[in-house]
DNA sequence: AATTGTAGTGCAACGGAAGTGCATTTATTA
DNA sequence: TAATAAATGCACTTCCGTTGCACTACAATT
């Protein structure tokens, strides 16, 4: 809990009841969350908070933002040290079509690409949709 | 315009006049297009039938979707004798920050990715980001 | 040519998700 | 304690994708 307290502070974000709670929320979750799972897990709270938060956290480098090709955009905690705010750590995800859930692969670099003269690359994003370990077995 | 309409009726599609100037108009794009922009080219025809000629397109393999992280679903057209419909067609996307555009760089495949223990891959999405070649000089 | 059926089109409305302006509450600091 | 800044809550908006249902154009069949 104090740990909790003490990342935030370090990231620049101030420890408030709801940020810590959301937190714990996520670092308990093995998968990437999306707003609407903050809002069914905190029901009294409101969505634009929630929603905020995570706005904050991802700015504050304490999330980065998942796009996994559903269309609803999902966060995940960054792993300490990895500094997204800057560049992208750039891992890639996979997102299972049968349970529908998104996992960081931190330990799958993105691959190198060399690009066509003239293409500058700034950040990347890859997304490997299959059948994910948990459906597979 | 004659091999339109052949095209399409190769790939199960009935080569309609709403249909043939669609295909026409992705055909002169050098860029994903997204159904906004072909509404606001043809702002007489009615949004549905744009959104329905699109999806018909996809499913017959006229057109592959692109997902490139704006949040807005683009579509370009397959190159003739890629398979989308059973398995993708693994280009890697560009999109720019600059200009906004996305293009599909179909000589860059996406890399083979070795997995953990238990996944199994069946599609995958590779979008870089950055300046495109138009923005860069 | 008239009839029947199927595929395409148009209109209207819905729903999810992201986002914003402004008032209110809570925390910080002077 | 008073003044100030940050966080939260409420209401409302916009954007995009999507669907149901009615209508129309087309093609096949008699
Ligand atoms: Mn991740
Ligand atoms: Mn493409
Ligand atoms: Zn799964
Ligand atoms: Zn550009």
Redesign the pocket.
């Known amino acids: 809990m104090k740990e909790i307290e003490q990342r935030l502070t370090e990231n620049g974000?101030?420890p408030?009841?709801?940020?810590i709670l959301i937190y714990k929320y996520m670092a308990e979750s093995e998968v990437a969350i999306?707003?609407?799972d903050i809002e069914n897990a905190f029901a009294k709270?409101?969505?634009?908070?929630l929603?905020?938060?995570l706005?904050t956290f991802e700015q504050k480098g304490v999330v980065h933002q998942i796009d996994d090709g559903t269309?609803?955009?999902k966060y995940a905690l960054c792993e300490t040290g990895c500094n997204c705010e800057l560049e992208q750590d750039l891992h890639l995800h996979f997102h299972c079509n049968n349970c529908n859930e998104t996992v960081c692969l931190t330990e799958h670099k993105i691959p190198n690409i060399n690009l066509p003269e003239g293409y500058v690359a700034e950040d990347a994003n890859l997304v490997l949709k299959g059948i994910c370990e948990k459906c597979s077995t």
Chains 1, 2 share one sequence.
Do not use: E, P
């Open positions: 974000v101030r408030t009841a709801m940020r999306a707003l609407t709270a409101d969505r634009t908070t929603f905020r938060t706005k269309g609803v955009q």
